[in-house]
């Protein structure tokens, strides 16, 4: 029976990229310089360090820049609250997201019985399988979910015949 996959995930080694090309133009500013501002990665963790909130806004704009450019939708971030750590200093923890929250694979789930496709959609951990007996099904499926869901990137992969 044909089906794929409903998935909500970065590619992690185009943000790796991002976050370097980003620490390499803060260190390289003139607006950076005897400034301590640079941006760590731990998996799926980034932590923007600064001096001052102008200068937090601008390491944010420059690696937001920077995702946008290496094609990773900047709505996979997740702002913390920014912390301060010490003197003036600031940091804050974005977070990668990863995988189709439970209340949006049951929003998916009600689009695709709402639109009476013959279609099945399931939920399996943190993704929701798409089955349907013809492929043409699928693909209109596809196309409304892409209509439908605006407010999480959505990647379609596994599609088998």
């Known amino acids: 029976m044909p089906s794929f996959d409903v998935v909500s995930e970065a590619n ?14 803060i260190s ?3 607006d950076f310089k005897g400034s301590d ?5 731990k998996e799926r963790e980034l932590t923007l360090y ?6 937090l806004g601008q390491v944010k704009d420059v690696m937001l820049n920077k995702l946008a450019k290496r094609g990773v939708d900047v709505r ?13 200093k600031l940091k804050q923890i974005v ?10 694979a049951k929003k998916i ?7 009476k496709m013959k279609v099945q959609a399931s939920i399996q951990g943190d993704t929701v399988r798409v089955q ?3 492929r043409n099904d699928l693909q209109g499926a596809i196309a409304l979910l892409k209509k439908e869901v605006t407010d999480t990137p959505l990647d379609f992969n596994n599609f088998r015949d």
């Open 109 to 115: 789930v009600k689009t695709i019985k709402d639109s």
């Open 28 to 30: 390289t500013r003139f």
């Open 50 to 55: 600064a001096d001052d909130d102008f200068k």
């Open 132 to 134: 349907g007996a013809k």
């Open 76 to 88: 996979f971030l997740d702002y913390g609250k920014q912390e301060k750590i010490g003197g003036n």
């Open 37 to 41: 501002s640079r941006i760590e990665q």
């Open 95 to 104: 977070t990668v997201k990863k995988g189709v929250p439970g209340d949006l």
């Open 12 to 25: 992690m080694i185009e943000v790796k990229n991002a976050i370097e090309q980003s620490n390499k133009e």
